[in-house]
């Protein structure tokens, strides 16, 4: 009777670190779920391409809790609904399954439609630390052909930052009287601290000369356009994972760990909001994350 194969210490090694991997990378999958930085549809997607894949290799009951607002309640009836096992992969549904899981995740978180009918005045909005200022600046740069609206604040300037080029610096007092004399397409207070506002005169004038004008503000702001020009077009820039707008936030080194902390808890609630928006962005490349919102305004432009 031959003697059973032993497996060298190099591969048991390699196999356990190959597992470790895995397992990390369904976690961080699960945080960028449980934070909306992924769709579930998107990670149910790669699932069934994929049934190796760090999406097709996650439990469903994981994949089910991972989701804002379900607990082991609603994901127990969830399951029983579907008819699908608690022990099945996502890697391992059945055609009827997938078909239904993506029917129900439709229902429960819908995802962003473009809308039609669409203007020249392109809205750009995100969570904190996601980039939309670096984004806004490659435009800037590469892209001359697009207006890029600049912002009144109260704060002061960052190191770099040049009054009428990145922000119009301003004081309480001048912030007042633009708001009193409505020059002002919109304005939020942000991270409770410092005012921003989009001036008015710059945006109609470019939008006469038939111009596309970009505007990157806050997810206030954004939503003030929206009700103001209803046929705004808005764009939401997402990270590739949470984990990276943590290390994005705490890289920049210009809060301290409170303001750190209560700025992901702005962001969380920023990225609940990605549904209101017509097209989704993720920030992973710089050059081809302003890439694609030019892209999408030379489709409205046609």
């Given amino acids: 009777m031959a003697e059973g194969r032993v497996i060298p210490e190099v591969d048991r090694a390699a196999a356990a670190r190959k597992a470790l991997e895995r397992r990390r990378a369904r976690a961080s999958l699960k945080r960028d779920l449980a934070m909306r930085v992924i769709s579930p549809q998107k990670v ?13 290799t996650m439990r469903i009951t994981d994949f089910l809790i991972a989701l804002p ?24 549904l059945g055609v009827r399954q997938v078909t239904d899981l993506s029917a129900w995740l439709d229902d429960r978180f819908p995802q962003p439609r473009a809308r039609g009918g669409r ?8 969570p ?17 052909e697009i207006h890029l609206s600049v912002s009144a604040t109260t704060r002061a300037p ?6 009428g080029v990145h922000y119009y610096f301003v004081d309480d007092a001048q912030f007042d009287r633009m708001i009193a004399g409505h020059e002002l397409l919109e304005y939020a207070v942000v991270h409770n601290a410092y005012r921003y506002g989009t001036p008015r005169g710059p945006v109609d004038a470019a939008l006469a000369e038939g111009k596309t004008v970009l505007l990157e503000i806050d997810l206030q702001g954004a939503r003030q356009v929206r009700a103001a020009e209803p046929s705004a077009t808005l764009v939401f820039l997402l990270p590739p994972s949470w984990d990276e ?18 700025r992901l808890r702005t ?5 609940a909001a990605q549904h209101e928006f017509d097209h989704l962005v993720v920030n992973e490349d710089v050059a081809t994350a302003a890439k694609e919102v030019v892209d999408l305004s030379a489709a409205i432009a046609r």
């Fill in 128 to 144: 904190t630390a996601v980039g939309k200022g670096t984004v806004a600046a490659r435009i800037r740069e590469e892209y001359p």
């Fill in 69 to 92: 607002a379900i607990g082991a309640g609603k994901r127990d009836r969830v399951l029983q609904d579907l008819r699908i096992a608690p022990v099945k992969r996502l890697g391992g």
């Fill in 267 to 271: 962001a969380k609630a920023e990225l």
């Fill in 119 to 126: 203007s020249r005045l392109l809205v750009l909005a995100g």
């Fill in 245 to 262: 707008l943590v290390n994005r936030l705490v890289g920049r080194g210009t809060e301290g760990p409170e303001e750190r902390a209560r």
């Fill in 44 to 56: 149910l997607a790669r699932a069934v391409a994929d049934a190796e894949s760090d999406a097709g």
């Fill in 158 to 163: 960052r190191p770099g930052e040049i009054d």
